[in-house]
């Protein structure tokens, strides 16, 4: 299986430039990943 995650938003192309994105969660998806990671790797043993 594939860790899979995803943001919370779609591609906000508006805020593109505008100095108003956030990537907040983008962050909060990558972290999730990582401890999907971690706990399927400790479940392996």
Known sequence: PYIRVS???G???PL???NR???DSMC???DLAIRMAVTA???EG
């Open 41 to 43: 790797k400790q479940r």
């Open 16 to 18: 593109a430039g505008t």
């Open 7 to 9: 943001v919370d938003h």
């Open 28 to 30: 909060y998806a990558i």
């Open 21 to 23: 994105a956030s990537a």
């Open 11 to 13: 591609t906000a192309l």
